[in-house]
């Protein structure tokens, strides 16, 4: 839902209130926050506001305690944001098991189950995994043995436990000898993790499984490493490398600067050396399927590869051959938006044209819509502005209740001109939906740019920071400087000006405010220079009120 963040979710939430009528404490957890610095590209303009968002909630709502978990290789980036915050950061790090710590958590879950492990059992099973070879002996320590990789104990002890006869009531270490067979688990825990992976990013798994044992196991057969270049990691791209890495097959650690990655642990060195030798013949060389190259290009492009993006959704084309329209739809959609993301706006048009025709053949409804108003959106890029306000009339009209689209289609009414029906629409959002604060910043400044200031500022006045983008600052300074005086507008519009100077409508929101402070001259030149600007280019209308400004300054 439009405007519908994390402070607005907890807002809403009915507080809850203990004996002591004090509220009842919350934790709010982001858990794999590691993903918010491993995404490259879009997110990038993102981050900084989510952690404001973060931040607006431990201030407003104090009875919110906060949780991110990452891994350690990013905490040193996390770390940059800590300001931000406002508040005290206290940072746990979770190391692997110790053998004792790992001895226990085998024993612990069989509490209450009916069954139990004898002395030393426990440690057989611990210490096999530690070495990655079958135990043999029953009378075996787990003193001394490797730290212990929660995730491989965890797959070890299900197999293990589905292995046991099921009237079993005490387990022995000959049990351990006879059922954990820690070979075949390993074995089989890296070849389901290579062909996930290998599926997912459209790599032939024997590639990937050569790959794995080239680059991370020496000629002597000890673990070897290799870093993150800028987007590749030992001739991989850099998001093979994080995917092995979430599935426990590869660690990261950051050195010198740089992060490098190695298998997980000792016990996967023979697994990976000769996990090849175990591919079925057929699966070596098993030609990938559509659906494996559109995962793998929506991977990439999520990752902000939109190269290797553009790769994998041609190819899932190629492959599918017009069998599959749904999977055809949604790789042109996909390739739309990498032509988008890229600037080639024509091109991301055709796209989405194709991906509506096909939603269209499926009377997948809402698919079409979406694909109109993302033709929509390449058109305003072009400012063909009459045209995009059509293709949105008609995504709305597929969805009616979708108060972005809708907001999407106010913006171009504002581009064309038709500024008064813009209003319009977002009045009715915004009866839909009050609490749509996306919708009531393209109000306010559609009504800051109408010159109805005092109107703009009851809607401005209301949204939060997450929502005060550049142009709505200056919008807002704009409403100030009219209502209050010009110098009530100099915070807002240098603000404004510093964050964005290319903006068109910023410029031309601090041109009009210099105009009201009898500044012809600065401002006929903000006014050139919003003529000038593309990053957005300002409207028709706007560009008449710039020229303006320009023919009484000189």
């Known amino acids: 839902m439009c405007g519908f963040a994390v402070y607005d979710f907890l807002r809403r939430r009915q507080v809850r209130t203990g004996p002591d009528n004090r509220p009842v404490p919350v934790l709010a957890v982001v858990d794999q926050a590691e993903e918010l610095f491993t995404w490259q590209g879009r997110i990038d303009r993102y981050r900084g506001p989510f952690f404001a968002e973060l931040a607006e909630v431990l201030e407003e709502l104090p009875q919110v305690h906060l949780l991110l978990c990452l891994r350690d290789?990013?905490?040193?980036?996390?770390?940059?944001?800590?300001?931000?915050?406002?508040?005290?950061?206290?940072?746990?790090?979770?190391?692997p098991l110790t053998a004792q710590?790992?001895?226990?958590?085998?024993?612990?879950?069989?509490?209450?189950?009916?069954?139990?492990?004898?002395?030393?059992?426990?440690?057989v099973l611990v210490t096999s995994l530690s070495t990655g070879e079958a135990p043999v002996s029953r009378e075996a320590s787990a003193r001394g043995a490797a730290p212990v990789e929660p995730a491989l104990l965890q797959v070890l002890c299900a197999a293990f436990w589905a292995a046991l006869p099921e009237d079993l009531v005490e387990i022995t270490a000959e049990h351990v000898v006879r059922y954990a067979d820690v070979e075949r688990v390993l074995n089989r825990f890296c070849d389901e993790a290579v062909a996930a992976v290998a599926a997912d990013h459209g790599i032939q798994a024997?590639?990937?499984?050569?790959?794995?044992?080239?680059?991370?196991?020496?000629?002597?057969?000890?673990?070897?490493?290799?870093?993150?270049?800028?987007?590749?990691?030992?001739?991989?791209?850099?998001?093979?490398?994080?995917?092995?890495?979430?599935?426990?097959?590869?660690?990261?650690?950051?050195?010198?600067?740089?992060?490098?990655?190695?298998?997980?642990?000792?016990?996967?060195?023979?697994?990976?050396?000769?996990?090849?030798?175990?591919?079925?013949?057929?699966?070596?060389?098993?030609?990938l399927n559509p659906a494996d190259y559109l995962?793998?290009?929506?991977?990439?492009?999520?990752?902000?590869?939109?190269?290797?993006?553009?790769?994998?959704?041609?190819?899932?084309l190629h492959v599918a051959g017009g069998r599959d329209?749904?999977?055809?739809?949604?790789?042109?959609?996909?390739?739309?938006?990498?032509?988008?993301?890229?600037?080639?706006?024509?091109?991301?048009?055709?796209?989405?044209?194709?991906?509506?025709?096909?939603?269209?053949?499926?009377?997948d409804t809402k698919a079409v819509a979406g694909s109109l108003a993302a033709v929509g959106q390449t058109m305003l890029a072009q400012r063909r502005y009459g045209e995009a306000v059509d293709y949105l009339?008609?995504?709305?009209?597929?969805?009616?209740?979708?108060?972005?689209?809708?907001?999407?289609?106010?913006?171009?009414?504002?581009?064309?001109?038709?500024?008064?029906?813009?209003?319009?629409?977002?009045?009715?959002?915004?009866?839909?939906?009050?609490?749509?604060?996306?919708?009531?910043?393209?109000?306010?400044?559609?009504?800051?740019?109408?010159?109805?200031?005092?109107?703009?500022?009851?809607?401005?006045?209301?949204?939060?920071?997450?929502?005060q983008q550049p142009s709505t600052r200056a919008?807002?300074?704009?409403?100030?400087?009219?209502?209050?005086?010009?110098?009530?507008?100099?915070?807002?519009?240098?603000?404004?000006?510093?964050?964005?100077?290319?903006?068109?409508?910023?410029?031309?929101?601090?041109?009009?405010?210099?105009?009201l402070g009898d500044d012809p001259t600065s401002a006929a030149a903000l006014a050139r220079r919003a003529v000038n600007a593309t990053d957005p280019a300002i409207p028709p209308h706007q560009r008449k009120q710039a020229f303006q400004i320009i023919e009484v300054g000189g």
């Open 206 to 287: 024997g590639d990937l499984t050569a790959w794995l044992a080239q680059k991370f196991v020496t000629e002597l057969g000890l673990r070897d490493a290799a870093y993150e270049g800028l987007s590749g990691t030992a001739g991989m791209p850099n998001a093979v490398a994080r995917a092995l890495r979430d599935r426990h097959v590869l660690t990261a650690a950051k050195r010198a600067g740089s992060r490098w990655y190695e298998l997980q642990n000792d016990s996967l060195i023979e697994p990976v050396r000769w996990s090849g030798k175990r591919l079925p013949e057929g699966r070596r060389g098993r030609p």
């Open 101 to 123: 710590g790992a001895v226990e958590a085998v024993q612990g879950p069989l509490a209450g189950s009916g069954r139990r492990f004898t002395t030393h059992a426990a440690e």
């Open 393 to 467: 009339h008609a995504a709305v009209g597929r969805i009616p209740n979708d108060v972005t689209v809708q907001t999407e289609l106010a913006w171009a009414l504002w581009h064309a001109g038709q500024r008064r029906a813009a209003v319009d629409i977002l009045t009715g959002v915004l009866a839909i939906d009050a609490e749509a604060e996306d919708a009531r910043r393209a109000r306010g400044e559609i009504l800051a740019d109408l010159g109805d200031a005092e109107d703009a500022l009851r809607d401005l006045d209301r949204v939060h920071n997450r929502h």
């Open 295 to 316: 995962r793998a290009a929506q991977l990439a492009m999520a990752d902000g590869d939109t190269g290797l993006a553009l790769r994998h959704a041609t190819e899932a």
């Open 325 to 363: 329209l749904r999977l055809a739809a949604q790789a042109e959609s996909l390739l739309g938006n990498v032509d988008h993301v890229s600037g080639r706006h024509a091109e991301a048009e055709a796209r989405y044209r194709a991906a509506a025709v096909l939603f269209e053949t499926l009377q």
């Open 73 to 95: 290789d990013y905490v040193e980036d996390f770390m940059r944001y800590q300001g931000v915050l406002g508040a005290p950061v206290v940072t746990f790090s979770l190391s």
């Open 475 to 515: 919008a807002r300074g704009l409403a100030l400087a009219t209502v209050r005086g010009v110098g009530a507008a100099d915070p807002e519009i240098d603000d404004a000006l510093s964050k964005a100077p290319g903006s068109g409508s910023v410029l031309i929101y601090a041109a009009r405010v210099a105009a």
